[in-house]
């Protein structure tokens, strides 16, 4: 048994009005707004799917970017996880932001205010059950709100392919055998939120996901340590400890990383026609002086006579 709710055969300018509808009707009372203007200026798009096992349900959402909000005007006693799938996600609860990459998951809860924040197209498996369900699993709820754990790995990567298998293979069972797997999905969830990695492992863990945050932002002029750590919730400082250790710093590395692309685009036949300006642009140079400058100190050449130098002849 599932069930699906889209806004794609409601007319444009109902459409976000209508999404709020779906939102709350299959999880809490939430207020939203979209970020963008919906689907990169085009009309919203959103789709929710959704499966009943007992007293859980595990669904799957994607949506264009938006701020959700959790209303407290009708009380619940739900937690809901929520692992993402696709694009990067915010979870903000009790002074707490965990940032969500895919693959990572974090606990909400919905009898307290709670924020989601999406920046950019996504898509989640959201995990919704009792809350009560964890306080007798012996999980302190206020302590795993808004905390980011990893998936790829331990319990945390059994759950994800647990709540993937009965997200695809659920709807084909009975009532009796969904019950049955919601109430294990809730062992594994609250083992997974329970579990207390070491020291080190959290910061390498902390560490690539930064890594990764940056990689694909390498086209912003605006990515820096400060709009790093701002993205993740932290100080700047918290920041610059992750790489503290490193004989390259963050910011550095970012630099780094802007030239080799830059320097790889220069010659790469499908950029054939992008002047050096488009290219300075592309990887988040602010203009093509610094870029000419940040290039000639790294390759010893300014972009132009790398890429004469290097040009084919095809």
């Not at 999880?27 to 007293?55: I, M, N, Q, R």
């Not at 959201?126 to 999980?139: E, G, M, Y």
């Not at 319990?155 to 294990?184: M, N, V, Y």
């Amino acid at each position: 048994m599932s069930q699906e709710l889209t806004t794609e055969a409601v007319a444009e300018r109902d459409r976000f009005e209508y999404w709020r509808e779906i939102i709350c009707a299959v999880y809490v009372k939430l207020d939203a707004e979209p970020v963008g203007g919906g689907g990169g200026g085009g009309p919203f798009e959103g789709t929710v799917t959704w499966s009943p096992c007992g007293e859980t349900t595990v669904s799957r959402v994607s949506s264009d970017a938006q701020i959700v909000t959790r209303s407290l005007d009708a009380p619940n006693d739900d937690c809901l996880l929520s692992l993402q799938l696709a694009g990067v996600g915010r979870v903000t609860q009790g002074g707490k932001t965990a940032v969500l990459q895919p693959g990572d998951f974090a606990l909400y809860d919905a009898a307290e205010h709670y924020q989601l924040a999406f920046d950019e197209p996504l898509e989640q498996l959201v995990i919704q059950f009792p809350r009560r369900s964890l306080i007798a699993r012996n999980v302190h709820v206020e302590s795993a709100v808004a905390r980011t754990n990893r998936s790829d790995r331990g319990a945390g990567a059994i759950l994800r392919s647990f709540a993937q298998s009965l997200d695809t293979h659920g709807p084909t069972l009975g009532d009796a055998e969904r019950a049955q797997l919601g109430t294990k999905l809730v062992d594994l969830a609250a083992i997974a939120l329970s579990a207390d990695p070491p020291e080190e492992s959290v910061a390498e863990f902390n560490r690539q996901r930064v890594l990764s945050y940056a990689g694909q932002r390498l086209h912003d002029p605006a990515l820096n340590v400060t709009t790093i750590a701002q993205a993740f919730g932290v100080s700047p400082r918290t920041i610059q400890k992750l790489f503290a250790a490193d004989e390259i710093q963050l910011g550095t590395r970012i630099r780094q990383a802007r030239l080799q692309r830059a320097r790889e685009a220069l010659i790469d036949p499908q950029h054939r026609h992008h002047t050096v300006t488009v290219i300075a642009a592309d990887n988040g140079f602010a203009g093509p002086t610094q870029f000419a400058r940040a290039f000639r100190a790294a390759y010893g050449c300014s972009p132009t006579d790398y890429r004469r130098a290097h040009r084919s002849d095809d």
